[in-house]
């Protein structure tokens, strides 16, 4: 795709964040997150053994049993991470859920786009900014850009963050054994850039991100490299509230292009700043979750810990009904 003209300037955005009550205290060698990271594993674990088994509709105790839990134990890891119970957790991924919250928020876009993102409803707002590259600097790859970067857990596993003088540029997730391949891309992206290992650095975005009720609140910006209908998507994406989701049809129409969706579909598989720029809240019509750049499973952690965390109810869904609706 040709490089077309950058957004210049910067943008002011409100984006809602919310935090468990159980990562609100943290020390320095038994911090929360890093249990909240090992948490995750067992999370994933489960929901991969009820992808790979829910036509047979396995019980709870089966999915804890793949989790390496008793089911004591498996309630209490949900408990800890996501602030309840399995089962209500489950519900959060079901399609009717999901198509319920496409239903009540068809115009959920256009009504932030309006309001500039100042609803009083949010219950934690991070001020972030953003700008993107020149076309100059696009051509140019990174030459002359150096970037801090440094792994750390969060709530989704491992992440690899990346910043430079002028904001953030890169939030990704992987498994500590892929953190060569990790690096490796980030480098890639920004090929003439030099990158240079900071942890302690890079370890106050990500408190910021994830522990905002633990570090001091001041504003967040965010360094975009992309084309101009790129930058046009991952806008949008910004005004997505925790909670919510949108369409791939209904972000479309938000930027005033109904008839992109699958150009869409590929700006946002293309966004290399995840979960802060939530491309994790955009599904498909049907109610299907859809692909994640990062991994499905992890896509749908992060829809379902996001409205537990938030105090969402779930519809109710009959227990022999549960397991297989989630994966349909």
Known sequence: MPVEQQKTGVLTLNYSLV????????????????????DYQRVEQALRFIEENFRRQPSLKEIAEAANLSEYHFDRLFSRWAGTTPQRFLRFLTKEYAKNLLDQRHDLLDVTLKSGLS???????LFVTFEALSPGEYKHHGA??????????????ECLLGVTGRGVVSLTFQHPDERATALARLQTQWHKAVLMEDKSLTASYVAQLFQPETTPRKPLHLLLRGTNFQIKVWEALLTIPAGQ??????????????????????AIGQNAIGYLI??????????????????????RAMLAWEAAQLGAEPLTVPTTDLQYSIFR
């Open 144 to 157: 002359g850009v150096d970037i801090a970067y440094g792994f750390h857990p969060t709530p989704f596993g």
């Open 19 to 38: 935090l468990s009550k159980k990562q609100r205290t943290m020390t320095p060698d038994d911090s929360p997150i890093s249990q909240a990271a090992l």
């Open 245 to 266: 989701v949108v369409s791939y049809d209904g972000l479309a129409a938000a930027i005033g292009i109904p008839t992109a969706q699958r150009a869409v579909g590929t």
């Open 119 to 125: 609803s009083p409803g949010r219950l934690h707002e």
């Open 278 to 299: 939530p491309c994790h809240r955009v599904i498909q019509k049907i109610g299907n979750t859809g692909n994640y750049r990062w991994g499905a499973l992890r896509k």
